[in-house]
């Protein structure tokens, strides 16, 4: 008995002294580590690691339990960790969780949990351990390989021997090969054919040399096809620096390489037709002039532009001038030679360059067939449209040795061509040049003249042939230049129609005129008619309704005074518009009239629509009228067309009295020109409008001053 005794006294001692040794270890360590009560679940140790981690005081440990450290667990959850070390169905048990210092912050931990059974009450202990650092890495793992799964860039990852050991879902979308068929082969499975030794041999040197390398190459898919992509290659060494494997990551470029290729086709070709811009035109013509000269061949170049184009652009809109312009281009190139070029200069300007040309004739021929092919009528929109081109030739090297002067050249003949009437071509000369100077002087004149005040109005009297009496006016546009003096209306009247000048030049002519008007109607001829030519421009242009109404209010004349002269072909252009602006004028009580009827075609199904007033019979009908029977016939044919349709006729140029004879002979009502007065300044028409035509001038009955006295 004493024995047994003796053996648990030394037992026990044995055990406080383990005890006793546990709690300096637990002291002592770093690590963190605690043990707290089993059916408490108080803390009844710590270490001096766990106690730093956590930031507790010994004191203010015991006072907490696990649950207090773990904000992720539950009471409930914590029991059912441990439940299998209280029933001893195991000796450990191993789990991850968070601890919550006493700061409030976390960090990540793994715990080794044992169960403890001492005589007093039995305890758990607990192994910590912080995986912060674990979970950084797992972390940056699984980004990895989400990223190497989720890539929209091919990856592929070879061993140092370039054999291939993963690749991504995008390199099997890029490449068309399976991951299965890839590995274990080298990426020479996917050469194109395009990069010869050298680029490779390059390509390893500078990996060899930096440990990158990137650059655009081709490749080649399952499927057979070829592509470009950008690629980068990198060498990844292991902790020695030794090269494990290789990481190659690329895009495809076929997109990229299609929009770069459509940038530079915007750069070098026109937007709306497609042809070669003026960028590329000029490269073409330096070319082919460096050949003509090699080879002692010449060179043609045709300068085209449309007549009308800017008539049709302005009144039907830019929709309609577009497709016209294209519908042009596709006309072109549709005449032409494959080994030509067909270009758009700008606006409605084309270039065409005929290398290798034998012979100006064959420029000739290339020009005459480009007049044929688009004077043809365009249907566009269920309206038939017209337009001519006018065409310059510059000839190399006769013509110009260089781009800039050969195209110069070529486009001054072209306005030569466009002078002569258009819908033809002209080959450069000498004199062209300086006519073209002239020209662009003009016109920058002309620009001026309006705000100088250089511009003025003469009028010709319009005679009644019965009675002699002064009917009305036509008002005539003159330029008295400040040094080239007094230039004729042929000279800027053109110009300022295809500049588009006749716009605000025609609206000045019309409230000049109707001032005028008004003041010879308060001075006694009340009943004064005023004539005012129209431009085909002028009449097209959307603002005439508004602009004729607005300087009627403005002076204060009765509209039913006022004429407006439209010719013939311009009243046939846009039917249906024209005839809507005419009723819409007519409506005004504007006066309405067809000048130089008869020099041009027209439909009398569509006269007898118009709501015009009088015919005004041209002058070079009236200049041979008593010895041409063919005139005098015209002259009898129109009068008889116009009484027919109660229309008012008049006669310009009348020179002679046997002209004025014969007129009044065949009821023309009225005449006007040189016989009666030559247009005067409105001092001098004032006068004769008091004095009246001398009575030998007059046709029949007894003179008299004007209609209104």
């Known amino acids: 008995m004493a024995k047994h005794k003796k053996n648990i006294d030394t037992a026990a001692r044995d055990k406080n002294e383990i005890n006793t040794r546990l709690g300096r270890i637990l002291d002592a360590s770093w690590n963190e580590i605690y043990a707290f009560e089993a059916k408490s679940l108080r803390f009844v140790q710590a270490s001096r690691g766990a106690l730093v981690n956590l930031g507790y005081s010994e004191e203010e440990l015991a006072r907490l339990t696990p649950l207090d450290i773990k904000p992720e667990l539950t009471r409930e959850r914590f029991l059912d960790l441990i439940e299998p070390l209280l029933a001893r169905s195991k000796d450990l048990i191993t789990f991850e969780t968070v601890h919550r210092r006493k700061d409030g912050s976390c960090y990540p931990v793994e715990i080794r949990l044992q169960f403890s059974w001492a005589e007093a009450s039995p305890v758990f202990v607990a192994l910590v351990q912080d995986i912060t650092e674990r979970k950084l890495a797992q972390e940056k793992f699984q980004l990895a390989a989400k990223i190497f799964e989720t890539s929209m860039e091919g990856i592929v990852v070879t061993d140092k021997d370039t054999n291939i050991v993963s690749a991504n879902p995008a390199f099997t979308k890029l490449t068309g090969y399976t991951t299965d068929e890839v590995v274990g082969k080298t990426p020479r499975l996917l050469n194109s054919g395009r990069q010869d030794r050298a680029f490779y041999q390059d390509m390893w040197n500078v990996l060899g040399t930096t440990g990158q390398w990137q650059g655009e190459m081709w490749n080649r898919r399952k499927n057979g096809e070829i592509y470009p992509e950008w690629l980068s290659i990198s060498s990844v060494k292991n902790d020695r620096g030794e090269t494990t494997h290789y990481a190659a990551i690329f895009t495809d470029m076929t997109e990229h390489k299609r929009a770069e290729e459509r940038i530079r086709y915007l750069a070098n070709h026109d937007g709306l037709t497609g042809l070669p811009n003026r960028t590329l035109l000029h490269d073409r013509i330096r070319q082919a002039l460096a050949q003509a000269s090699r080879h002692r061949t010449q060179v043609a170049l045709l300068f085209v532009d449309l007549d009308r184009f800017k008539v049709i652009n302005d009144t039907l809109g830019h929709a309609i001038g577009d497709r016209l312009l294209e519908t042009v281009s596709t006309r072109l190139l549709a005449c032409m030679r494959e080994e030509d070029t067909v270009a758009r200069h700008g606006g409605d300007e084309f270039v065409v360059v005929l290398p290798n040309v034998a012979q100006p004739q064959d420029a000739a021929h290339a020009a005459q067939k480009i007049v044929d092919t688009l004077s043809a009528p365009y249907l566009l929109q269920d309206r038939e449209l017209y337009v001519t081109p006018s065409i310059g030739i510059g000839v190399y090297p006769s013509d110009g040795e260089d781009v800039q002067v050969l195209v110069k050249n070529a486009e001054a003949a072209m306005y030569h061509a466009k002078e002569a009437g258009g819908s033809t071509y002209q080959f450069y000369a000498a004199e062209m040049n300086a006519h073209a100077h002239e020209r662009l002087d003009l016109e920058n004149d002309l620009r001026r003249a309006l705000k100088r005040g250089e511009l003025l109005l003469h009028y010709q009297a319009q005679v009644e042939t019965d009675t002699g009496r002064i009917t009305g006016m036509e008002a005539l546009i003159r330029w008295r230049h400040p040094e080239r003096g007094l230039v004729s209306p042929a000279a800027f009247i053109p110009v300022a129609e295809e500049t588009g000048l006749i716009i605000p030049i025609g609206e000045?002519?019309?409230?000049?005129?109707?001032?005028?008007?008004?003041?010879?109607?308060?001075?006694?001829?009340?009943?004064?008619?005023?004539?005012?030519?129209?431009?085909?421009?002028?009449?097209?242009?959307?603002?005439?309704?508004?602009?004729?109404?607005?300087?009627?209010?403005?002076?204060?004349?009765?509209?039913?005074?006022?004429?407006?002269?439209?010719?013939?072909?311009?009243?046939?252009?846009h039917t249906e518009e024209t005839i809507a602006t005419l009723e819409e004028l007519s409506l005004l009580g504007v006066q309405l009239a067809i000048d130089d009827f008869g020099t041009g075609y027209s439909s009398l199904s569509y006269l007898k629509r118009f709501p015009v007033h009088r015919l005004k019979i041209d002058q070079s009908f009236v200049r041979d009228i008593t010895t041409d029977p063919g005139d005098a016939a015209i002259a009898d044919a129109i009068i008889a067309m116009a009484h027919s349709l109660s229309l008012g006729v008049i006669a310009e140029g009348v020179e002679t009295a046997e002209q004025l004879e014969f007129l009044h002979s065949h009821r023309c009502e009225e005449v006007q020109g040189y016989h009666f007065s030559r247009p005067l300044p409105a001092e001098e028409c004032t006068r004769l409008l008091q004095t009246g035509v001398p009575k030998e001038h007059v046709g029949g009955g007894n003179q008299a001053p004007c209609s209104a006295c």
């Not at 308060?522 to 005012?532: C, D, I, N």
């Not at 508004?546 to 072909?569: A, F, K």
């Open 508 to 573: 000045w002519v019309l409230r000049q005129a109707c001032m005028q008007t008004k003041a010879w109607q308060e001075a006694g001829h009340p009943g004064l008619r005023m004539a005012v030519n129209l431009s085909g421009r002028q009449f097209l242009h959307g603002d005439l309704l508004q602009t004729v109404s607005g300087i009627l209010q403005e002076t204060g004349v009765d509209p039913h005074t006022l004429e407006l002269e439209l010719t013939e072909s311009m009243l046939m252009q």
